[in-house]
């Protein structure tokens, strides 16, 4: 969100850097990150740091299960949450194939699919009776790919505490990128359970787990012998909360905590996803671009529908786009582009000039041919 190299962040990191590393024990760094952490963020009463955000959405699923003692999981198509075995099914279409090689098939018997935007279809998921929690990328599927519809977070909000089920927003990206407290502050619906990572860390590896003090004090000790080594939800990790970590992060929370920042990013993302637009028209391309806040997608296939991509995505055409672009001196990830506060209007409109160029050569090539 800061760009790469941030001077107060590069000196944040520094002045830790010469102080230790890591010490082996919790200190005055970790207390002020997970201050920030809690300001900002409105489902944020207790805060646990993880290494990523892959560990993160592992331990919120932990917590879940414990909390509610059930063991289900409902996870919506297309929505990706990393890799470990508890998520990876329903990342990519077809939704049948799980992430990943590797993966028992009792673990992924564990997940409920349930196609996006579609209320009644999690309603009777729901009404199973052993449904843990749900989880979701609150702005949609793959950072947004599948947007979420207006209304939808509320609803499944409204459906998950009549089910007494746990509800997790996976917030890795849309953490203090929509807005200072996250999509939750953006669309005014505040989870149970909030995972963050990447902006949380400064940049560096790091992620956090947040939410109801009910939920997350089931990770704390509290000298029942019995309770402690059968109840309690266990979690560790030696580089957690790491000073350097800490130190980024404060420097870069306390930056983001002004709205102005993700006001500029957002407006800059608008800029790109105009100018795009009438790129990708003016080239005679085949597809469309859209997004939201400081995020956009190009898409050959068109804008999805409401369940999203009913078929597997053109990867050819993504990965010839971006040599194309990486010939113009620009990258992007793929289909996505992510806007920074930092970025300038002369950085926006050399993108565009970029995906201009991109677009032609890619013609040229006869990539969109037959289509």
């Known amino acids: 969100m800061l760009g790469h190299c941030h001077p107060a962040v590069v000196r944040a990191i520094q002045d830790q850097a010469a102080r230790g590393t890591h010490l082996g024990a919790s200190h005055e760094l970790e207390v002020r990150w997970a201050e920030l952490v809690r300001q900002l963020v409105p489902s944020a009463e207790m805060v646990r740091f993880t290494m990523s955000g892959t560990e993160a959405t592992h331990l919120a699923i932990r917590l879940t299960r414990a909390f509610t003692g059930q063991s ?6 297309g929505h990706f949450h990393g890799w470990h075995d ?5 990342v990519h279409p077809p939704f049948e194939v799980p992430l990943s090689a590797g993966v028992p098939g009792a673990t992924l018997d564990q997940v ?3 196609p996006p935007n579609d209320s009644k279809a999690v309603e009777t998921l729901l009404q199973r009776g052993d449904v843990a929690g ?24 409204a459906l998950t505490k009549r089910h007494g089920v746990v509800l997790i927003f996976d917030e890795v990206i849309t953490g203090f990128r929509y807005a200072p407290g996250g999509a939750q502050a953006y669309f005014n619906v505040v989870p149970d359970l909030t995972t963050l990572a990447k902006i949380v860390a400064g940049g560096l590896p790091g992620g956090a787990v947040c939410g109801r003090r009910e939920v997350m004090s089931l990770i704390a000790h509290r000298g029942d012998p019995a309770w402690d080594r059968s109840e309690r939800v266990a979690h560790a990790g030696t580089f957690n909360a790491n000073p350097v970590s800490a130190a980024a992060a404060i420097a870069t929370l306390e930056i983001c905590a002004d709205g102005a920042l993700q006001a500029r990013a957002s407006k800059a993302g608008e800029e790109i996803r105009r100018g795009l637009s009438d790129a990708i028209k003016k080239a005679g391309v085949p597809g469309a671009v859209y997004g939201e806040a400081s995020i956009y ?10 369940a999203g ?22 990258d992007c990830s793929l289909n996505h582009g992510f806007v920074s506060a930092v970025h300038t209007d002369a950085d926006i409109a050399r993108t565009i000039s ?18």
């Open 72 to 77: 289900k999981i409902v996870k919506f198509q």
């Open 86 to 90: 508890g998520v990876a099914a329903g």
């Open 112 to 114: 409920l699919l349930c």
């Open 134 to 157: 749900v989880i979701i990328e609150p702005a949609g599927g793959q950072a947004g790919t599948t947007p979420t519809i207006p209304g939808y977070l509320q609803e499944l909000r």
């Open 297 to 306: 997608h190009v898409s050959f296939e068109g804008k999805p529908g409401l």
């Open 309 to 330: 991509f009913d078929r597997p995505r053109r990867a050819d055409l993504y990965h010839l786009l971006r040599c194309a672009l990486i010939n113009e001196g620009v």
């Open 354 to 371: 970029a995906y201009e160029r991109a677009f032609v050569a890619m013609g040229a090539d006869d990539a969109f041919k037959g289509r």
